[in-house]
Every structure is written in structure tokens, then in C-alpha cells.
């Protein structure tokens, strides 16, 4: 089976989160398997464009949510992105007990479920 691209959506304030799911997919017992298309660093001023190279480039968009995300543009837009290309998004609770009172508009709608492998591995195999 060959790895799904997956573009990992995140505030910048939770760059650990997003390092964290990378490494957990790396584990060895980890039943899931992606290539991280996620952004690492800002881009220029073209970086809308590149971003949404890499997102149609991808299996589908898997959103890490939390506080942090209402106040997101870069992530926001990102979810956007995807939903015009159509591309499958997924959210996962950045924090199980610390979950945002509400949620941006770009996210209404996206199943958002518990930060699990099951959680993780069950949705990349659909796409």
C-alpha cells in the first residue's frame, strides 16, 4: 500500500502538536502511514499559491484544532483551500480537554474527532 499525502493544517502556535503527529506516524507501531505536506515555514508573498499546489497535490487535509485556530488565517485558509478543491478534511482536537468553545465558519461541517491512532489511521484509509 503506498503512502496518502496528507497535509497536516495548523496554527503556528502549534508547531508541537503538528511535530508530534509526524513522529507519531513514524513509529514503528503506528498503523498509520503519511507523507507530511504540511507547511514548515512561511513563504513569500506567493505563499497562497504554492499552498494550494501542495493541497490539490494531497490524499487529503487533516486539521489539528485548537484555542489557537479561530484566530488562524494561514490555517483557515488552508481549510478553505481544500474544501474548493475538493480535497477530504479531516479535524483532529489538538487537546482532548481544552477543546475551543466554537468553532471558526471555514470548519463548520469537518468531522473533528479525538487525537487516536485508530481516529487517524481509520480516516487515512478511506482516502
Do not use: H
Not at 511535530?19 to 503519511?34: H, I, K, M, T
Not at 513569500?44 to 504554492?50: F, L, V, Y
Amino acid at each position: 500500500m503506498s503512502k496518502k499525502r496528507v497535509f497536516i493544517s495548523f496554527a503556528m502556535e502549534d508547531k508541537e502538536l503538528r511535530d508530534f503527529l509526524v513522529g507519531q506516524a513514524r513509529n514503528a507501531n503506528s498503523p498509520f502511514e503519511f507523507v507530511d505536506m504540511s507547511v514548515k515555514k512561511p513563504w513569500d508573498s506567493a505563499w497562497k499559491t504554492n499552498c494550494r499546489t501542495r493541497i490539490k497535490g494531497c490524499d487529503g487535509v487533516l486539521a489539528i484544532v485548537t484555542k489557537n485556530s479561530k484566530k488562524a488565517d494561514g490555517q483557515l485558509w488552508e481549510v478553505k483551500c481544500a474544501r474548493e478543491e475538493g480535497i477530504p478534511i479531516r479535524g483532529v482536537w489538538g487537546y482532548k480537554d481544552d477543546k475551543p468553545a466554537s468553532l471558526p465558519k471555514e470548519l463548520e461541517g469537518v468531522r473533528i474527532v479525538n487525537w487516536s491512532w485508530d481516529n487517524i489511521a481509520n480516516w487515512i484509509k478511506t482516502l
